[in-house]
């Protein structure tokens, strides 16, 4: 048996993903990859199993399956697709998994993860969004270790002291503001896609690029806060710091209040969570307080940012709610960087869904991917008005 920490990818050839496997790339000799998994990019991920010789690659779009194989042919590596071969890629026996699936497609593949009962990593929060409660459920059934790489979610960890849960009086989730922190929604209502698109502080893949712009991306957050470390919702706050060097706070009944400071690059994060429990080293450029020389924080702006109520209200509503945010998000978001609608309307349509959309009880991971259905159509058909 190899010593080696066997890992799983799922979403390698995002903006996660690739971070993942730039730290594995730097230290070879501590990590073996079981499982790849993309969506439609057949070179990108062929050429990741060349490099990795991962034991199974799967690729959502089944029509890419042929060209998979084709490129990795004479590798002996299996060669899965569509959403059943994920999801049977997330099955394969690891050590460790990085859940970096965008959106509610996630979901079942992330739950399956959760399912093998070792350690998920846990970039992909639109599944916690939809199915906090199940996951967080299931999580506890199989003994799960879970580890939060969402950067503020992972500074939190950091500094959560479990055994004083009872005196943590608040979280204070930071947030860049997006790239229109400073612009009034006059502006904003003509913001194009590359403007949505350029984040001051981070890179990242384009559908949470657009969520930080709208500021979902912080009220996403927020929910999964709430999940994630079995807190009220009224005792977390979000603090725009647009430096992002503070990824996030807990404040103590003792006035103490502990903070993960770092460079905004994904791979500390990711590298907290490659390491568990131990640290290893990211090629990270080190903050520099004195070039830095200030921080700054503002509350956020409620009105200019709806998604900031929505995802709130979405929150205290319960789970079909949240769903509804998400399921009409994702589509509004497309839209958006279809060029099919104009910025404001993104989060008009979610509001519109939220407020058209009937509950229902959600009791399994069936009862959200049907009503994600039921709103990706409602949403769908908002568009269609509007064109
Ligand atoms: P991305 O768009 O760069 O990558 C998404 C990955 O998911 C790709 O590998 C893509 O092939 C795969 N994918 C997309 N649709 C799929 C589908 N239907 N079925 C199977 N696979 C599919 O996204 P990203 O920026 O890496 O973000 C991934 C997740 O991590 C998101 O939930 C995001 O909110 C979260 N996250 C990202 C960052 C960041 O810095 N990028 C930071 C915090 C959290
Ligand atoms: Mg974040």
């Known amino acids: 048996m190899s010593d080696k920490k066997r890992v799983t990818i799922l979403g390698a050839t995002g903006s996660v993903g690739q971070s993942t496997v730039d730290l594995i790339r730097r230290n070879r000799d501590q990590f073996e990859i079981g499982a790849l998994t993309a969506?439609?990019?057949?070179?990108?991920?062929?050429?990741?199993?060349?490099?990795?010789s991962p034991q199974v690659v799967?690729?959502?779009?089944?029509?890419?399956y042929g060209a998979l194989c084709d490129a990795l042919a004479g590798t002996g590596i299996s060669v899965l697709c569509g959403q059943e071969g994920i999801v049977e890629a997330?099955?394969?026996?690891?050590?460790?998994?990085m859940a970096a699936i965008v959106g509610a497609a996630g979901l079942q593949p992330t739950m399956t993860a959760v399912q093998q009962g070792k350690t998920v990593a846990f970039a992909n929060k639109e599944c916690l969004v939809c199915a906090g409660d199940l996951m967080?459920?299931?999580?506890r059934k199989y003994g799960t270790t879970f580890l939060p790489v969402d950067s503020e979610h992972n500074a939190i960890f950091q500094v959560f002291e479990n055994t004083q849960r009872e005196k943590i009086e608040r979280l204070v989730l930071t947030g860049s503001g997006g790239p229109f922190r400073t612009v009034n929604r006059e502006v904003m209502a003509s913001a194009t896609r590359a403007q949505a698109l350029a984040h001051p502080n981070w890179s990242m893949g384009a559908k949470i690029s657009i969520d930080s712009a709208t500021m979902m991306?912080?009220?996403l957050e927020f929910i999964e806060a709430c999940y994630l470390f079995d807190m009220p919702a009224e005792k977390i706050d979000i603090l725009v710091h647009p430096q992002s060097v503070i990824h996030s706070m807990v404040e103590y009944a003792d006035g103490s209040i502990l903070a993960q400071l770092g460079s905004p690059d994904m791979r500390t994060p990711i590298a907290y969570c490659l390491g568990w429990p131990d640290r290893m080293d990211a090629p990270v450029e080190k903050l520099d307080f004195v070039k830095l020389s200030r921080m700054d924080f503002e509350a956020p702006d409620y009105k200019k940012f709806p998604a900031l109520r929505l995802a709130r209200e979405a929150h205290a509503a319960g789970m079909s709610a949240t769903v509804t945010l998400n399921a009409a998000n994702e589509i509004a978001v497309a839209a958006f960087l279809d060029d099919r609608i104009r910025f404001l309307d993104i989060t008009n349509i979610v509001e519109d869904c939220l407020n058209h959309q009937e509950m229902l009880p959600i009791s399994s991971v069936d009862d959200v991917i049907a009503l994600d259905g039921i709103v990706?159509?409602?949403?769908?058909r908002k568009l269609d008005e509007m064109s």
Request: net charge neutral.
């Open 39 to 52: 969506n439609s990019n057949v070179e990108a991920l062929a050429s990741l199993a060349r490099e990795f």
């Open 58 to 64: 799967a690729i959502a779009d089944s029509s890419r």
């Open 90 to 97: 997330s099955a394969l026996p690891v050590d460790w998994t």
């Open 136 to 139: 967080m459920a299931d999580i």
């Open 217 to 219: 991306n912080k009220g």
């Open 376 to 380: 990706r159509r409602l949403a769908s």
